[in-house]
């Protein structure tokens, strides 16, 4: 039975680890698409006065796609603000019961953020608004971006809760 728990943890390890090569890959090509709005629209505003109305928000919501979507990443390799002053003073056995705690706190966190978010953006769909530009452009990508967000920072929270369970190394180590 435990070996066939650690052959599942392994797989969610490695799943774990192409979602996060395709992250990174995203974010990689949605930087280089909010370089080339705010390039083409310089161009256009200084070379043509003629500036768009849609490129700002293009811009946010690519930066808010690449925000919310590297949660995950983040919680992965330990780049958040945490509290290391507390797990310095602790014994090995203790640090990891924190550390326990603290994948149970942002696994629940992301988890009920994740059902408001959900509901919001349903809202949204079916409101169908959105910014009055020469382009339409709706008001839900933003929701949809915190969605995804908060569902990785669940798988992230849930593998690192695994490999605690199986006393194997967290993050930065």
């Given at each position: 039975m435990e070996n066939?728990?650690?052959?599942?943890i392994d797989r969610y390890e490695k799943w774990l680890r192409s979602i996060g090569k395709v992250v990174d890959t995203?974010?990689?090509?949605?930087f280089?698409?909010?370089?080339?709005?705010v390039v083409i629209e310089v161009f256009c505003r200084y070379f043509f006065k003629s500036p768009h109305d849609?490129?700002?928000i293009m811009v946010v919501y690519t930066v808010l796609f690449v925000v919310f979507l590297n949660i995950g990443a983040v919680e992965e390799e330990e780049?958040?603000?945490?509290?290391?002053?507390?797990?310095?003073?602790?014994?090995d056995k203790w640090k990891r019961r924190t550390d326990m705690f603290n994948c149970l706190v942002s696994f629940s966190a992301c988890g009920?953020?994740?059902y408001f978010v959900f509901n919001n953006f349903i809202y949204l769909v079916?409101?169908?608004g959105?910014?009055?530009?020469?382009?339409?452009?709706?008001d839900w990508p933003p929701s949809l971006a915190m969605l995804m967000g908060m569902i990785m920072g669940m798988i992230v929270s849930l593998g690192k809760l695994f490999r605690l369970v199986l006393d194997r190394p967290v993050g930065k180590d």
């Open positions: 066939r728990f650690v052959s599942i995203l974010s990689a090509y949605l280089l698409a909010v370089t080339l709005f849609w490129s700002d780049r958040h603000i945490c509290l290391d002053l507390v797990n310095l003073k602790l014994r009920i953020m994740a079916r409101a169908g959105g910014y009055e530009t020469s382009i339409p452009m709706p």
